[in-house]
């Protein structure tokens, strides 16, 4: 995840948000990063890196699950599917 904190009032900065993230998917692009972007808008820089940091943990967790769950089911129709 590449991210951007822009302060101020969500309705005013929603246009501003909207080109920060199309210029980090574009910078993305080119520099040929894996992910996706993101921008919040926030009161202050601290809680939009507060709520950048809780919602990437969420994230991670949900991703490690979803390996997690990949692989028994893998384990499960290799076991399944041996030959006795």
Do not use: W
Not at 10 to 33: Q, T
Not at 47 to 57: I, K, P, Q, R, T
Not at 76 to 83: A, D, G, P, R, V
């Amino acid at each position: 995840m590449v991210a951007s904190v822009l302060e101020g009032d969500h309705h005013e900065r929603r246009p501003d948000a909207e080109v920060a993230k199309h210029n980090i998917a574009e910078m993305m692009k080119r520099e040929r990063v894996k992910g996706f972007a993101e921008v919040v808008i926030s009161r202050n820089v601290e809680d939009g890196v507060s709520y950048l940091l809780a919602n990437h943990s969420i994230l991670i967790k949900c991703v490690n699950q979803a390996i997690n769950q990949s692989v028994r089911q893998s384990i499960i129709s290799i076991n399944t599917n041996k030959q006795v």
